[in-house]
C-alpha cells in the first residue's frame, strides 16, 4: 500500500512553479481574448443594428460603453492588483468578463447589451494590468523577458486582425451573438489555467482611491453622452445639456479629488511635462480618428458596397500587416533619429488616409480604400512607438505605473469620446444631405455616405491638429533614449513596461 505524501510534500507540490510556457499561455490567452473582443463587435455592428434596433447614434455605444469602463477603471484596476494580489483580481477581471460576454449573448434589447458591453470593460480593466505585471514578475531581465514581451506584442497586434476575422466569420455563419459567446469557454478555460499555474503576489497596504475613479468614469460617459444625444435631440434638448453639465461637474470634482488624495489614482504632477501632456492629448486626439474610421468604414463595406461580414474582416486586414510591419521599423528608428520626426511623419500619413477616405461615394470600390487602409496602418505603425515613449519621457520611477496607465486609458477613452464627436457630426451632415435616389433605402444610404464623408473629414483634422501640437511640443528627452517593450498597436497594452 502506497503512503499517503505529507503534508510538506503536499505543500510543496502546489507551490512549484509552473512551466514558462504554461505561464505565458496563461497570460498571451487573457491578452488576446481582451485585444480580440475591441474588434470582433465592429464586423458585427449591422447585423446587431438590425437585430436589436438601434439608432445610427446609439449603436456608436456598443464601442464606446467596453472602452469607458476600460480606460476609465484601469488606474484602478491596476492599483487593486498591488494591494489584493495579482492574481486573484485578474480571476476575478476574467470573470467578469465571461459572465458579461454571456449575458451579451443573450441580451434581447440595446439597454442589456451595452450594460454587458460595460461590465465585460470593468473586467478587462482589472484583469489587463494584473496580466502583464505578473508577465513582468514571472520573466526575468533580459532576453528571457525581451522573448516573452515579443510575443505579447506580437498577440497584441495580431489579435485585433483575428478579431476582425472571426467577427466576420461568426456573424455569416452563425450569429452576431456569437462575437459574445466566443468569449464564454475561452474565460471559464482561463479561470482553471490561471489558478492552476501563476503565483499569487503578495498583497500589499494601501488606499483605493474610489471616488477619483468614480468620478472620472461617470463624468466622461456623461459627455459621451451628451454628444449622443445632440446628435440624436439636438444641442438644445434638455438631455444634451444636462448631460454635459454632469460631465463638466463631476470632472471638476476628479481634479479637485486628486489635488488632495493621499493616494491618486490620476497624480496631476505627470502633466506638468509638455511633452508627456501634448503626447497625451495626441494619443486621445488620434484614437478618436482610428475608432471613427473602424465604426464608419465597417458599415460603409456592409450597407452601402455589400460586402458580407467574413469579406469586410479580410478587407481591414492591410492596416494590421503595415501595423506590424511599421511598428518593428520605428522601434529601431527611434534611437537614430528621435521621436519627433516619426510622429510628424506617421501622423501625416494618417491624415493623408483620412482625407482620402472622406472622399469616397457609393461608387468607390476596394482598390481605393485600399490605398488609404495601407497608408492609415503605416503611418499609425510608425507614430505608435514614439507616441508611447513621448508619454514617458522622464517619468520618475515613482510615478511610472500610474504614467504608463495613463497613456493607455487616455487612449480608451479618446477613442470612445472621440467616437461620439464623430457620429454627431456624422449625423448632423446626413440630415443637412440633399436627399438622392428613387427609394428611402437608396436616400438612407446617401445621407449615410454624406454623414461618413463629414466624419472622416474632421477625423483628418483630428490627426493634423496632433501633427501641430506633437511637432510643436515634443522635446528631445533629457536622458539616454527609451526603448519601448513590447512595440504598441491601435489596440494598446495596458501597464507597458520601459527599459531605459
Known sequence: ???????????????????SALVLAAILTTQLMLVLDMTIVNVALPDLQSALGFTPAGLSWVLSAYTLAFGGLLLLGARTGDVLGRRRVLVAGIAVFTVASLVGGLAATP????????????????????????????????????RALGYFSAVSIGGSAIGLIAGGIVTQWASWRWVMFVNVPIGLALVALVRAVLPETPRNPGRFDLVGAATSTVGMT???????????????????????????????????TELRAPSPITPLRLFADRTRSAALGGRLLLMAAMIGLFFFLTQFLQDVLGYTPLA???????????????????????QRIGNRPLLVVGLTLTTTALLLLSRIDAGTDYPQILVSLVLFGLGNGLAFVPLTAA???????????AASGLVNAS???GGALGLAVLVTVAEAAARAATPVGSTAAEVARNAFVAG???????????????V????ALVRPPRQAPVVVEPVVDPVDTPELVLAD
Open 391 to 401: 508619454g514617458l519621457q522622464d517619468v520618475d520611477p515613482r510615478d511610472a505605473g
Open 411 to 413: 487612449q480608451q477613452i
Open 1 to 19: 500500500m502506497i503512503a499517503p505524501a505529507s503534508p510538506a510534500r503536499r505543500t510543496a507540490a502546489r507551490t512549484r512553479p509552473a512551466s
Open 452 to 466: 461618413a464623408q463629414q466624419a472622416f473629414l474632421v477625423g483628418a483634422g483630428l490627426t493634423a491638429a496632433t
Open 222 to 256: 456623461a459627455l459621451v453622452y451628451g454628444f449622443v444625444e445632440a446628435a440624436e435631440d439636438g444641442w438644445g434638448a434638455t438631455t444634451t445639456l444636462v448631460s454635459f453639465a454632469v460631465g463638466a461637474v463631476l470632472l471638476t470634482a476628479f481634479v479637485l
Open 312 to 334: 469586410t474582416g479580410v478587407a481591414f486586414l492591410p492596416i494590421t500587416v503595415m501595423l506590424l510591419v511599421a511598428s518593428q521599423a520605428s522601434a529601431r528608428l527611434m
Open 468 to 471: 501641430v501640437l506633437l511637432a
Open 111 to 146: 439597454g442589456v447589451l451595452l450594460a454587458a458591453r460595460a461590465a465585460q470593460g470593468i473586467g478587462a480593466a482589472f484583469a489587463a494590468p494584473s496580466a502583464l505585471a505578473l508577465l513582468m514578475a514571472r520573466f526575468p531581465e533580459g532576453a528571457e523577458r525581451a
